[in-house]
T-cell receptor, first 114, second 117 residues
């Protein structure tokens, strides 16, 4: 089955710096890769996603890149702000038994210091 | 758009009792709903997948008789934790998906904190 590895587990940056979180996946059939932001005590919120037919996608300060050959994808946050502090999860789609589900990485706790 | 709600947001119950958690898609019809549990500082663990009108598909290791899932309509799924024990204490999160909203994308609810005494 699919396995998603996420690094680093914790990341601390200064306000205004960039943050990069990387994920690798094992199933070459995966074709959908979302990123979620989870604040303490809340449900995950979709922040950006990318499909396998695209190599890069950008939405304001957030961008995601995908390298299908190497089976890895990354989240880039530029000009970080304290409100970006949260746990970020990457995920990869996996088809099993006729249904599609998401396999999540273990998460990265991002702290943006003012 | 694509808002998912859960009720209750938190619940405390005694060991041996049953607890029902509701998950609703407020502004779209969800063809598929998912139930996850999350322990502190850990990732989301998929418990089961449910499609409207059919039986839920449980992940390996999840007891279907303990975690009863009902997906009676395109906007409502319920998870009932039966005979709850302290080890069932966790953060339960549902998500909903509809190809008419966005293919493959799961929209998550705010979660339900269950504490079993």
């Amino acid at each position: 089955g699919e396995n998603v590895e996420q690094h680093p587990s914790t990341l601390s940056v200064q306000e205004g710096d960039s943050a990069v979180i990387k994920c690798t996946y094992s199933d070459s059939a995966s074709n959908y890769f979302p990123w979620y932001k989870q604040e303490l005590g809340k449900g995950p919120q979709l922040i950006i996603d990318i499909r396998s037919n695209v190599g890069e996608k950008k939405d304001q300060r957030i961008a995601v890149t995908l390298n299908k050959t190497a089976k890895h994808f990354s989240l880039h946050i530029t000009e970080t702000q304290p409100e970006d502090s949260a746990v970020y999860f990457c995920a990869a789609s996996m088809r099993q038994g006729g249904s599609e589900k998401l396999v999540f990485g273990k998460g990265t706790k991002l702290t943006v210091n003012p | 758009g694509a808002v998912v709600s859960q009720h209750p947001s938190w619940v405390i119950c005694k060991s041996g009792t049953s607890v029902k958690i509701e998950c609703r898609s407020l502004d779209f019809q969800a063809t598929t709903m998912f139930w996850y549990r999350q322990f502190p500082k850990q990732s989301l663990m998929l418990m089961a997948t449910s499609n409207e009108g059919s039986k839920a598909t449980y992940e390996q290791g999840v007891e279907k008789d303990k975690f009863l899932i009902n997906h009676a309509s395109l906007t409502l799924s319920t998870l009932t934790v039966t005979s709850a024990h302290p080890e069932d204490s966790s953060f339960y999160i549902c998500s909903a998906r509809s190809p008419r909203v966005k293919l493959d994308t799961q929209y998550f609810g705010p979660g339900t904190r269950l504490t079993v005494l």
